[in-house]
């Protein structure tokens, strides 16, 4: 089976807000991944707007024909926000604002009483919710106990060891990933994986059977700026399927 690819559009925000101007557009970007085979667009709005916006959103909402991602931190203007645009799926992510990128996984057990609110919320308004997580099995567990349907799990950590020298550590990220996925999977939850994935290194987080989705973003971004955006969905879309086959 085929693994999904959900293209992460906020670094096309990034670029525009650099120079405030309103190019590059992230809906036209998401508009041209599809086109390319990507299965879905993901965005993530943080409490600062440092990339995506309120109004990127709900173009995205209006215009993606795929499926869309809504990423936030669980919190009561992020739910209001969710309840408004109504995503596909909304994923729950840790922020911090001083952090450049989304580091480590979200503290389910912490913010236990948030999340379970969103979920309750977002199955109301016809949206699931997934929760982006350290491949850790007690917070699978509970990810399932809070009624989420869908787990994210966090793959910085086996990106880092993907370095000349690590293939030790790598070997165990990649071991604690798939235990991870086989338990969501057996307990019914749907498992998808993100966080620093490039075409060099995804083939074996897609080796891994649970897995049915990834969401990548920077990578996918970076290699636009020299192979053009659509052919750079294309080159990840074809290093899953070359090793997912």
Excluded at 50 to 76: F, G, K, M, Q, Y
Aim: net charge negative; with cysteine; charged share 25%.
């Amino acid at each position: 089976m085929s693994v999904r690819l959900h293209v992460n559009v906020d670094h096309v925000a990034t670029v525009r807000n650099a120079r405030g101007t309103r190019y590059p557009d992230p809906l036209f970007a998401a508009h041209v991944c599809e086109a390319a085979g990507a299965d879905g667009i993901t965005a993530h709005l943080r409490e600062d707007r440092r990339h995506i916006t309120d109004d990127d959103i709900v173009r995205l909402r209006a215009s993606v024909t795929s499926h869309l991602n809504l990423e936030c931190a669980a919190t009561e203007e992020m739910l209001e926000i969710a309840a408004r645009v109504v995503p596909d799926t909304i994923t729950l992510v840790p922020e911090r604002r001083q952090e450049r990128t989304t580091e480590g996984g979200l503290d389910v057990a912490g913010q236990r009483t948030m999340v379970g609110r969103f979920v309750e919320a977002a199955g109301r308004i016809g949206a699931r919710v997934s929760l982006f997580i350290a491949p850790d099995e007690e917070t699978v567990r509970l990810s399932k106990d809070l009624g989420a349907k869908q787990i994210e799990l966090h793959t910085g950590e086996y990106c880092h060891a993907c370095e000349p020298g690590k293939t030790a550590q790598r070997d165990r990220e990649l071991e604690r990933l798939a235990r991870a996925a086989d338990l969501a999977s057996t307990i019914g939850l749907e498992v998808a994986a993100g966080h620093g994935l490039t075409r060099h290194n995804v083939g074996p987080v897609v080796a891994i059977g649970a897995i049915a989705e990834v969401n990548i973003g920077h990578s996918i971004i970076a290699d636009a700026i020299f192979l053009g955006l659509a052919k750079a969905v294309e080159e990840m879309r074809a290093a899953i399927d070359r090793r997912r086959g």
